[in-house]
T-cell receptor, first 114, second 114 residues
Framework: QQQVKQSPQSLIVQKGGISIINCAYENTAFDYFPWYQQFPGKGPALLIAIRPDVSEKKEGRFTISFNKSAKQFSLHIMDSQPGDSATYFCAASGVTGGGNKLTFGTGTQLKVEL | DAGVIQSPRHEVTEMGQEVTLRCKPISGHNSLFWYRQTMMRGLELLIYFNNNVPIDDSGMPEDRFSAKMPNASFSTLKIQPSEPRDSAVYFC????????????FGQGTRLTVV
């Protein structure tokens, strides 16, 4: 059962453009929604995260929009740069057994072209 | 802190051999996760420990896979016997639950079973 659905699978954006990646979740017990960025040969690293008590969070060029009623959230990368080319994963977690179990989406390969 | 440390970085083994992957979480973290990453299935959670106790092993593919966490600073993932379909990148991640839900990933172990 895929609890977090992510789209698109791949994305090509021109330098300076806006990259948008979407995710949808099923489990209403999720209370933490991070986005991870992964470069080739590296482990995923936290980029930005949001909790369901807010509808938007912005950090620099990166913004998460969150729609609790629709159970959807998205990542917007403004002024996309070639250095942003990476794989992006959305994730969701909720307290389970005293800890937090992260469930990941299937990933989006972003390429930013000059 | 050096971050999450995994060893080896690369492992090539023959089908039927035993493989042991190792992980040292970040000091002070009390949750540890093992993930497997493949092109086809993305990032899959295999098993999750909290305070050295396995909480959820529902992602472990089959009995050939086992994981242990004998103390707060060390965990192993063992595959016995290994099969070509086990070829993947295996990541270990740690976090401090439940207050801080950011998971920090290691560099991963690229396993190739021939």
């Amino acid at each position: 059962q895929q609890q977090v659905k992510q789209s698109p699978q791949s994305l090509i954006v021109q330098k300076g453009g806006i990259s948008i990646i979407n995710c949808a979740y099923e489990n209403t017990a999720f209370d933490y929604f991070p986005w991870y960025q992964q470069f080739p040969g590296k482990g995923p690293a936290l980029l930005i995260a949001i909790r369901p008590d807010v509808s938007e969070k912005k950090e620099g060029r990166f913004t998460i929009s969150f729609n609790k009623s629709a159970k959807q959230f998205s990542l917007h990368i403004m002024d996309s740069q070639p250095g942003d080319s990476a794989t992006y994963f959305c994730a969701a977690s909720g307290v389970t057994g005293g800890g937090n179990k992260l469930t990941f989406g299937t990933g989006t390969q972003l390429k930013v072209e000059l | 802190d050096a971050g999450v440390i995994q060893s080896p970085r690369h492992e090539v083994t023959e089908m039927g051999q035993e493989v042991t992957l190792r992980c040292k979480p970040i000091s002070g973290h009390n949750s540890l996760f093992w993930y497997r990453q493949t092109m086809m299935r993305g990032l899959e959670l295999l098993i999750y420990f909290n305070n050295n106790v396995p909480i959820d092993d529902s992602g472990m593919p089959e009995d050939r896979f086992s994981a242990k966490m004998p103390n707060a600073s060390f965990s192993t993932l063992k595959i016995q016997p290994s099969e070509p379909r086990d070829s993947a990148v295996y990541f270990c991640a740690s976090s401090f639950a439940p207050m801080n839900t950011e998971a920090f990933f290691g560099q991963g172990t690229r396993l190739t079973v021939v």
